[in-house]
């Protein structure tokens, strides 16, 4: 299967400061990656899809000035938090879609945020 | 009602028996249809994909699709205690090119040596 990398796996911020995810598609070209967020015990929800070269298109909810989204190549996509509050510490997990009829998304590794 | 539905269990089951995972969806033109396992800590991996009805045979695994009834279901024959862990459904939305994929709550497998 395609392989997707995401990283730092592991992360901690203070409030007030921002942290930068990284979504690579290894060995495929990505035009359109997603970004969602995991909670405990509960599924995955959406947050927003990341385009190559224009804005990303956030769920409803979702703060887009927290969660500033950055597609600048066809294999790289990028998520930077804006720590504010302990809530915001989740689990964040990239994915790609690989170009195809078939249309199943290929996950990063996810990252565990704790925001303290 | 939520878009995509499952029982979040645990379901369990004794090891070597067929654990059977089922899905329902609201989206009635929803075109396709994927079952992701996921690990304790872990990000989803993806165990297969289906689109027509009928059964779609992989190994141990069996997705079984049925559009009347807005119905996904996975078998998992001879089933591992390494088996144990959470069963995601999804399903793409409307826009199928759009590759947005809306996620049930998932069921937690227990397998029990």
């Known amino acids: 299967g395609a392989v997707v990398s995401q990283h730092p796996s592991w992360v901690i911020c203070k409030s007030g400061t921002s942290v930068k995810i990284e979504c690579r598609s290894l060995?495929?070209?990505?035009?359109?990656m997603f970004w969602y967020r995991q909670f405990p015990k509960q599924s995955l929800m959406l947050m927003a899809t990341?385009?190559?070269?224009?804005?990303?298109?956030?769920e409803q909810g979702v703060e887009k000035d927290k969660f500033l989204i950055n597609h600048a190549s066809l294999t790289l996509s990028t998520l930077t938090v804006t720590c504010a509050h302990p809530e915001d510490s989740s689990f964040y997990i990239c994915?790609?879609?690989?170009?195809?009829?078939?249309?199943?998304?290929?996950f990063g590794e996810g990252s565990r945020l704790t925001v303290l | 009602q939520k878009e995509v539905e499952q029982n979040s269990g645990p379901l369990s089951v004794p090891e070597g028996a067929i654990a059977s995972l089922n899905c329902t969806y609201s989206?009635?033109?929803?075109?396709?249809f994927f079952w992701y396992r996921q690990y304790s800590g872990k990000s989803p991996e993806l165990i297969m994909f289906i689109y027509s009805n009928g059964d779609k045979e992989d190994g141990r695994f069996t997705a079984q699709l049925n559009k009347a009834s807005q119905y996904v279901s996975l078998l998992i024959r001879d089933s591992q205690p390494s088996d144990s862990a959470t069963y995601l459904c999804?399903?793409?939305?409307?826009?199928?090119?759009?590759?947005?994929?809306?996620f049930g709550q998932g069921t937690t497998l227990q397998v029990k040596p």
């Open positions: 989206d009635r033109g929803s075109q396709s």
């Open positions: 994915s790609a879609r690989r170009a195809g009829a078939t249309g199943e998304l290929f």
């Open positions: 060995d495929f070209q990505a035009t359109t």
């Open positions: 990341s385009n190559e070269g224009s804005k990303a298109t956030y």
């Open positions: 999804a399903v793409n939305g409307k826009k199928s090119n759009t590759g947005k994929l809306i």
